[in-house]
């Protein structure tokens, strides 16, 4: 079975300074790794995710996340963040098979701060 | 990118009535969706998975003559939760599987039972 961690719940960040989310994972098998954000009361948009290849994924609005296999990691994070990224910020896995559920973090709470 | 749509956004029902959540795959087939529920300041946790054609799957602990899923045709899973109670009260959200195990999702649904 999988799991994943989300170490911190809550992050606060003045705006225009980077940030970073951290998201650990167990698995005993190879995973695909994704970052999702939520909006209050609306569903998830996905910013970002890993299948294979470069460590480094660029995602949307300007977020990023390292693969790091040895450290079975997947930090998001951005140089700068906007009082618009206020937002829940979920960690998610899924075995390499057709047809599974996503298993998520229990989420973190990103809030910026003016 | 591929669309899924689920009504309502939001519904407000008695105790003791029944709600209908509708999940539509606008532009692609899906013959799977997930139904997870999501409680306040916590993650998804999946519910049960609908398969076109066949009984809906539950996860453990999730009552199966509660929360009925029908999966009528390849754009349409429906969850219907039945009798509802206050303790029902919570987010529900769907989702359908893409080819590379990405997952499209609904934007969610607010119900509340007063």
């Known amino acids: 079975a999988q799991s994943v961690t989300q170490l911190d719940s809550q992050v606060p960040v003045f705006e225009e300074a980077p940030v970073e989310l951290r998201c650990n994972y167990s698995?005993?098998?190879?995973?695909?790794l994704f970052w999702y954000v939520q909006y209050p009361n609306q569903g998830l948009q996905l910013l970002l995710k890993?299948?294979?290849?470069?460590?480094l994924v660029k995602g949307i609005n300007g977020f990023e996340a390292e693969f790091n296999k040895s450290q079975t990691s997947f930090h998001l994070r951005k140089p700068s963040v906007h009082i618009s990224d206020t937002a829940e910020y979920f960690c998610?896995?899924?075995?390499?098979?057709?047809?599974?559920?996503?298993?998520f973090g229990k989420g973190t709470r990103l809030s910026v701060i003016a | 990118g591929a669309v899924v749509s689920q009504h309502p956004s939001w519904v407000i029902c008695k105790s003791g009535t029944s709600v209908k959540i509708e999940c539509r795959s606008l532009?692609?087939?899906?013959?799977?969706m997930f139904w997870y529920r999501q409680f306040p300041k916590q993650s998804l946790m999946l519910m049960a998975t609908?398969?076109?054609?066949?009984?809906?799957?539950?996860e453990q602990g999730v009552e199966k003559d509660k929360f009925l899923i029908n999966h009528a045709s390849l754009t349409l899973s429906t969850l219907t939760v039945t009798s509802a109670h206050p303790e029902d009260s919570s987010f529900y959200i769907c989702?359908?599987?893409?080819?590379?195990?990405?997952?499209?999702f609904g934007q969610g649904t607010r119900l509340t039972v007063v």
């Open positions: 989702s359908a599987p893409g080819r590379v195990t990405e997952a499209f």
């Open positions: 698995s005993s098998v190879s995973v695909y």
């Open positions: 890993y299948l294979s290849g470069s460590t």
């Open positions: 998610a896995v899924s075995v390499f098979s057709g047809n599974t559920p996503l298993v």
């Open positions: 532009d692609f087939q899906a013959t799977t």
């Open positions: 609908s398969n076109e054609g066949s009984k809906a799957t539950y």
